[in-house]
């Protein structure tokens, strides 16, 4: 089950989410999350490893941080797909 976030949930921040899929069952379901959230995303870049039989995709967001920590949390919570997520610091 996917669900998309909210856009004006708070002021944006920038950040980056790293994730591996392990399962390639769950590709499908990672790309959905990512497609109901694309108004948030700046840029995304996808890697697949065949020879370790993973994917690693980076995500450039541009959204509040309350709507980066749903993604992430939603995208760690899929079987088979860990997901780590980066900020700037702020000045």
């Known amino acids: 089950m996917v669900f998309a976030v909210e856009k004006n949930a708070g002021a944006n921040r920038v950040a980056l989410i790293g994730i591996i899929v392990q399962n390639q069952d769950s590709a499908e379901l ?11 995303i700046v840029g995304r870049m996808g890697i697949p490893y065949r020879e370790k039989e993973i994917s690693i995709i980076s995500i450039a967001l541009d959204a509040p941080e309350d709507v980066v920590s749903a993604l992430a949390g939603r995208l760690g919570m899929i079987p088979g797909v860990s997901s780590k997520t980066i900020y700037p610091k702020m000045a």
């Open 30 to 40: 990672v790309n959905s999350l990512l497609h109901l959230n694309q108004q948030f």
